[in-house]
Structures are given as structure tokens and as C-alpha cells.
């Protein structure tokens, strides 16, 4: 048996659409955030559609606006590669169209450091005890930040020279 949504409180839509105006003006908010607060909200299912029109029209919601945000946010700070990020905003309700705008303005060679410092932290605590179990963790690691894995090979041989442990792998072939 599947658990209905729990409802918080019930509110007009006049009450949703000044809620949803004061937590827009406190931060980005996509389309999807805003329908899935009005469902919480028990919000009439006509009336919800009608809601995010007004504040997309005022410019409290712009889906393009917060995907540049949420992707500058998650490049720079969380290090996330592209597969991550395009997977949250797709969960977010961002049309594909403005999430393959949005990744393309990403620089890959910046991608690609930002990984390699990631992976060059990861390897002062990841417990191994032979180079080719480091570089398998290293890969997994790199693939489960959502970057592609052509990207994640080229940070951990970089990572893999830097720490002159290469040589001792030499004999460990990936495919």
C-alpha cells in the first residue's frame, strides 16, 4: 500500500502564491520545487498551474535562472560532474532543453581539475593496499561524482603520477 503525500496545512491559493512569493524571494526556486510545495500544500489541482504562471510571469520563477545557479553552485563548490547535476535538475522539473544550455557553458578543462583536486583528498583517506585497489577506488569515486569517465581516467593517472605510485601500476591494465 503507497503512503499518500502527508500534508502540511491546506492553503488557498491566494495563501500559496504569497508563500511561494516570500520563499522566491529568499532564494531560487525551479517550477518543480514550486508545484511539489502546492501539492504538500493540498493546493486545488486546477489552481496550481495558474499559481506558477503568476510568479513566472513576475519573475519570482525562472527555470533557466536557477539552473545556472544550481549548476555554478555544484561545479564550484560540490564538485559534481555533469552526469550528477543533469540527473538533479531533471528531479527538479528542468526541461532538458535549458539543462543542455546550461552544461554546455561548463569548461571541461576546469572539470577536469576540479576532479583531480577531489581525487588527490581522496587518496590522504581512502584505506588501500596495493596501487591498482587505490586507482579502482579512485575511478569509482570520480564516476559516483557524476563525472564522465573519460574525465575520471585522465584525473587519476595525473593523481597516480603525482603520488609516483603510476609505476608501481604499470601492469594493471583497465578496459
Not at 493540498?42 to 498551474?49: E, L, S, T
Amino acid at each position: 500500500m503507497l503512503q499518500e503525500k502527508s500534508v502540511k496545512r491546506s492553503k488557498t491559493p491566494e495563501q500559496a502564491l504569497a508563500s511561494l512569493q516570500r520563499l522566491c524571494a529568499r532564494a531560487e526556486r525551479s517550477s518543480g520545487d514550486a508545484l511539489r510545495l502546492m501539492a504538500t500544500w493540498n493546493v486545488d489541482k486546477n489552481k496550481r498551474n495558474e499559481i506558477l504562471q503568476n510568479l513566472i510571469h513576475d519573475k519570482f520563477i525562472d527555470d533557466r535562472r536557477y539552473a545556472e545557479a544550481f549548476v555554478r553552485e555544484k561545479t564550484s563548490l560540490s564538485a559534481w560532474g555533469e552526469y550528477k547535476i543533469r540527473a538533479a535538475l531533471k528531479r527538479k522539473g528542468i526541461h532538458e532543453e535549458i539543462i543542455n544550455e546550461v552544461l554546455n557553458n561548463i569548461n571541461p578543462g576546469a572539470n577536469v581539475e576540479r576532479l583531480t583536486q577531489r581525487l588527490t583528498r581522496k587518496v590522504k583517506s581512502v584505506k588501500y593496499e596495493t596501487p591498482y585497489q587505490l586507482k579502482t577506488k579512485l575511478i569509482r569515486y570520480g564516476i559516483s561524482l557524476g563525472f564522465q569517465m573519460e574525465h575520471v581516467l585522465v584525473s587519476v593517472e595525473q593523481v597516480m603520477k603525482t603520488n609516483n605510485l603510476n609505476n608501481q601500476c604499470e601492469e594493471d591494465i583497465f578496459f
